[in-house]
């Protein structure tokens, strides 16, 4: 049996020829943001360390915005506060911010696109965007299946869709703020797909390469982990396990059980799929997206869990619930590795 380190290496060197050999195949991935994670929770290859995008880059423009300079949106630095989806909308509309007004609510992936993954309590930047008071930000996107529902990001790092009346102003509990954005990102709701008739697809918009249809059967964290980076498939062998910004880059607001486009994945199951993010303060846990609705959040690695390998979406210069997580269960990291002070906030299990 190869041992764990030789198999990292072993692997790593193939990857790192596979994708030379490509050359300048490997497309753009359209202003996906990495997650920022650099830390090793395993000695099994294919964890998110393991590869590297497009860091988050922010450039404080001085004038109450940041403009991300992975993705090209320009965002409000410090959030609008509280208040109901209702206000939010006018609020938006009615902005006048550095002498701008075409601001609007973000959808799921803009704002997901704000995380870090390797921080926690929140899992963002906090000299960035300063005065975090949030622990949900409301999107632009009612959920396409029961409309009395928005699509929340919260401050842990995961997404689902709530009841408008649960924030405080409407009488509810949870604090949903308002962060609004302006310019044009290919970070929509859904993928824009094309069948490579090699049993792999291509999402035109981020550059990545997924596999068709993934295994039949369901495993662990390593175990997909394992699979992912042991395919061959289309003549290529740089597979890996995506990423949980890369995963829910798939799901499309628009569609539901599955939230996936089965015209172009037929296997997709309305399920949950493993990440290779580990939960940075949890390692014992990782992230997935379920695609009953597009949700993200976290589950025990030993979970058996449905998996997808993709490959490609390096980056230009310049640019690469079930339930969703309760600040209440996220115990203190071994080592402290935040982007603010305070507890991680999140979902409550159960909370959709």
């Known amino acids: 049996m190869v041992p764990p380190m030789l198999q990292r290496l072993l692997f790593a060197v193939a990857w790192l020829a596979a994708t030379l050999a490509a050359g300048a195949e490997r497309a753009p991935t359209g202003g996906l943001p990495d997650t920022g994670q650099t ?29 991300d300079l992975v993705t090209g949106l320009v965002w409000q630095r410090v959030d609008g506060g509280e208040m109901t989806w209702e206000k939010a909308k006018e609020y938006a509309k009615s902005l006048r911010l550095a002498g701008k007004q075409d601001w609007r609510l973000p959808n799921s992936n803009e704002l997901l696109s704000l995380m870090n993954h390797g921080f926690h309590g929140p899992a963002m930047d906090t000299t960035v965007f300063p005065h975090l008071e949030a622990r949900y930000w409301w999107t632009g996107t009612a959920k396409v299946d029961d409309p009395s529902k928005v699509w929340l990001v919260n401050t842990g790092g995961g997404i689902g869709a709530h009841a408008k009346t649960e924030t405080v102003s409407a009488g509810g509990n949870r604090p949903v703020h308002i962060r609004c954005v302006r310019g044009t990102s290919r970070l929509g709701s859904g993928p824009t797909l094309k069948d490579n008739g090699d049993g792999t697809v291509t999402d035109q918009r981020t ?7 993934g295994p039949a059967r369901r495993g662990t964290w390593e175990e997909a982990l394992r699979a992912c980076s042991e395919l061959d498939l289309a003549g290529r062998k740089d597979w890996r396990l995506p990423n949980i910004k890369e995963l829910r880059s798939l799901s499309d607001d628009a569609l539901a059980a599955p939230s996936a486009d089965r015209k172009f994945l037929p296997g997709m199951n309305a399920a949950a799929y493993w990440s290779s993010t580990t939960q940075c303060n949890r390692p014992e846990r990782a992230w997935f997206t379920d695609f009953t609705s597009g949700l993200v959040t976290y589950a025990d690695k030993t979970t058996p869990q449905w998996f997808l390998a993709v490959r490609g979406g390096e980056p230009t210069a310049g640019s690469r619930e079930k339930t969703e997580p309760d600040p209440k ?9 935040g982007g603010g002070k305070g507890k991680p906030r999140g979902d409550k299990k159960g909370g959709n």
């Not at 830390?39 to 915005?65: H, I, L, M, V």
């Not at 550059?207 to 249809?213: H, T």
């Open 39 to 67: 830390t090793r929770y395993t000695k099994s290859f294919g964890e998110d360390s393991d590869f590297t995008g497009s860091s988050p880059a922010y450039q404080d423009n001085k004038d109450g915005t940041v403009t």
């Open 329 to 337: 269960t996220l115990a203190p990291p071994e080592k402290a590795k």
């Open 207 to 213: 550059g990545l390469v997924w596999q068709k249809v």
